[in-house]
């Protein structure tokens, strides 16, 4: 800190004789908290915000004097609570920030702390990152041992007011007209407090008192869980595919296969829209590789089925990928049987990449050498990796002839046959790296977060097998809007090419749209 006294950029209200807090204009340019107070209640500051906590929380930094200390901001660009900015904040973004605070009031409540009250003059508002930050505290307590519903109350009070302001965008009109309002429907009807799940959020909030009021966090933040649910719309999903035979003389039939399947499902109020899509490369000869891919694609969409029909929704959405590989594991299943039942139709073998959408995430199973890919923000991922000798090569340093480097590119180290099973340790999921790549370490058990604007494409070896990584990524950003003519483009490509083998693609779009 500097030693000359820095600029003050703004001043929150207090009560008479009570701590105050101000941000200021730090000597690095950077804006922090500063709160004043007595001796004890700066060590109960220094107890509750010393530790790094929740990124709406402020931390202690530096001791300024005997009467105040310094705190860092969550957030610079954060201003003090404009209530007419926060009426027009978008619902979802208001939710979003009240879960957030509620956060991190459960984090001080945890760490044996109460607030003693919560106000919005309290509270900083970034209307950019739709975030709510506690700027001041000068009613800082310990928690009581066994705190009453009052304590709780009064910390989680605030949020009737800010619910109640943002939904109707108008001011507050205090608990009590509140408390009267909640009880007449006809009120409800008319002053437009209509929403599902805010009556009750309301209800747990504006008093602590009666069998509706919420006597901890985790009641409240079940209750704003409830009411985002409300405000969410399922993935919108725009789906192409095209599949060719190709143009290569002596190509006589398509061994590809490729197919989906999309259903809603409603769980806790909310329609989830959950889907299954493939593509499959055959192989083993004309007509065995085609019975192969064919049987694959059709078991697949079938297991997906039968698990959209027995399975608990909340097992589908919660585990995606290991849904993604059960599909791939029964698919191997029903091959082994094929080959079994048809012991002159054994030799066929298929490659296959299966992609389970489970609302907002989902899963990969990957045998062979077809490919997975996602298109983000105008960054191209590969999301499976080719189970081909030249990849393990690779993996084993070891340096090819050039006639072993051309051959090790077409052969496939792994694929689904009708002569036996694969084993289930085989069937792969997302690659190793994407955790990191994408920024979501749970990935692996979580299953890939879908976002708004996602661009999932699947294709088979004889449409990436005339396509560089570079020229790919240009066509799903030249025609990122039409998955139609992203498919068309693709396939179009092995076509001029005069590729050697069969072309499939099958390209998803995801738009997720909220309530105004």
Request: proline share 7%; glycine share 6%; net charge negative.
């Amino acid at each position: 800190m500097s030693a000359r006294p820095d600029p003050p950029i703004a001043i929150l209200p207090s009560e008479p004789d009570a701590p105050t807090a101000s941000i200021l204009q730090g000597s690095d340019a950077q804006p922090y908290l500063r709160w004043s107070g007595p001796a004890d209640w700066l060590h109960d500051v220094r107890e509750a915000f010393a530790p790094p906590g929740h990124p709406c929380l402020p931390s202690t930094t530096d001791v300024l004097d005997e009467t105040s200390l310094a705190l860092k901001l969550p957030s610079p660009d954060a201003q003090p609570f404009d209530a007419w900015a926060w009426r027009n904040l978008p619902d979802h973004k208001a939710v979003d920030a009240l879960l957030n605070l509620t956060r991190a009031i459960q984090q001080l409540h945890h760490r044996g702390w109460t607030l003693r009250g919560l106000r919005t003059e309290d509270l900083l508002l970034d209307t950019s990152r739709g975030t709510l930050l506690i700027a001041a505290a000068p009613r800082l307590a310990p928690m009581p041992r066994t705190p009453d519903n009052e304590t709780i109350w009064r910390d989680i009070r605030v949020f009737a007011k800010l619910a109640y302001e943002n939904f109707l965008g108008h001011e507050y009109p205090g608990g009590h007209h509140l408390v009267t309002l909640l009880q007449d429907r006809n009120a409800l009807r008319d002053v437009g407090l209509t929403h599902p799940a805010l009556p009750q959020l309301l209800a747990g909030c504006v008093t602590p008192y009666g069998d509706l009021a919420y006597r901890h966090t985790d009641e409240l933040l079940g209750g704003l869980t409830h009411l985002r649910t409300e405000l969410t719309r399922p993935l919108q999903l725009e789906i192409a595919s095209r599949s060719t035979q190709g143009n290569y003389l002596f190509r006589q039939n398509n061994q590809d296969s490729c197919g989906h399947i999309l259903l809603d499902t409603v769980c806790d109020s909310q329609t989830h829209r959950m889907g299954f899509f493939c593509v499959a490369d055959g192989i083993g000869g004309i007509q065995d590789g085609a019975a192969a891919s064919t049987a694959a694609v059709r078991a697949a969409c079938a297991a997906f089925m039968r698990a959209w029909e027995h399975a608990p929704p909340h097992d589908i959405l919660n585990a995606p990928t290991e849904l993604a590989r059960a599909i791939a594991r029964v698919t191997s299943q029903h091959l082994a049987l094929y080959g079994e039942f048809s012991p002159d139709q054994n030799r066929g073998g298929t490659t296959f990449t299966g992609l389970v959408i489970a609302g907002e995430y989902a899963g990969l199973c990957h045998v062979g050498d077809s490919r997975a890919w996602l298109l983000r923000d105008q960054h191209l991922f590969p999301l499976s990796e080719d189970h081909t000798l030249a990849n393990i090569f690779e993996k084993l340093d070891h340096i090819p002839s050039p006639a072993e480097r051309d051959a090790s590119h077409r052969t496939i180290a792994r694929f689904l046959s009708t002569g036996t099973e694969l084993d289930d340790a085989r069937i792969d999921t997302f690659r190793n790296d994407l955790p990191d790549l994408l920024n979501q370490p749970d990935l692996p058990s979580r299953g890939l977060r879908l976002q708004d604007g996602d661009l999932l494409i699947l294709t088979t070896d004889g449409a990436h097998g005339e396509l560089s990584n570079k020229d790919l990524h240009s066509l799903a950003r030249t025609h990122y809007n039409a998955p139609d003519a992203l498919c068309e483009a693709i396939v179009h490509n092995a076509l001029t090419r005069v590729g050697k083998d069969n072309s499939t693609a099958m390209v998803i779009r995801l738009s997720r749209r909220t309530s105004a």
